[in-house]
């Protein structure tokens, strides 16, 4: 069994068009109301509103990456939206969404603690 299946983060992957490709177990539990895996196939810019949509329109557009903290149902949790490539091809996006607690320690590793 693949680790994506096993671990506790949501996993969703799409191609270079936006397509929703791929969806491992949480990330099908997380997004349940919205169709779970029945969203495999799907364009994912349809999933968000303004102004997120323009957002990740732009994101397609440039290739970049996105990380950004949410609290949603009194849940806590970091997003990692990464983008693909095969060689300097760009071939969409993971999305990888992480439970964190609401007091999360920092270690600074440049300098001895």
């Known amino acids: 069994m693949s680790w994506t299946k ?3 983060i949501a996993i969703t992957v799409t191609d270079e ?27 994912v810019l349809a999933c968000h509103p303004e102004p ?26 970091i997003i990692h939206q990464l983008p693909l490539f095969d060689g300097p091809s760009f071939k969409g996006y993971v999305e990888i969404s992480i439970p964190i ?7 600074n590793r440049d300098k001895a603690e």
Do not use: C, W
């Open 101 to 107: 607690p609401d007091q999360l320690p920092h270690r």
């Open 6 to 8: 096993q671990v506790q």
């Open 52 to 77: 997120s949509r323009t957002q990740l329109a732009d994101m397609y557009r440039d290739s970049q990456p996105n990380h950004y903290t949410i609290q949603k149902n009194g849940r806590r949790k």
């Open 17 to 43: 068009h936006g397509t929703i490709t791929e969806m491992n177990p949480a990330s099908v539990e997380t997004f349940a109301g919205d169709g779970g895996a029945k969203l495999i196939g799907t364009d």
